[in-house]
């Protein structure tokens, strides 16, 4: 279940801002959502039957961590601390 938004966050070319702005709402400065989750395994294996990738990242110490990416090229991460 998520339980927070982490960060939202805009990776997009120069001049290529515009469209990704749209898609997600027109909040300056965004793209790519970062959600804090209960439950991350169930995410992944959800994301993984859709047929989305879901893949691990270990570089945020005290977190579990992955990625995946939306059909039009988006980046969704989730995480959850450890413990």
Known sequence: MPAAVG???LAA???????PR???????????PGLLVTGIET???RLERLG????GDEDLP???RF???A???DRLELREPAG
């Open 7 to 9: 960060h939202v966050q």
């Open 13 to 19: 070319p120069p001049g290529a801002k515009d469209a």
């Open 22 to 32: 749209a898609y997600h709402g027109d909040v300056p400065g965004t793209a790519h």
């Open 43 to 45: 995410y992944a294996r």
């Open 52 to 55: 989305a990738k879901a893949v």
């Open 62 to 64: 005290g977190h579990e």
């Open 67 to 69: 990625c995946s990416e």
């Open 71 to 73: 059909p039009v090229g």
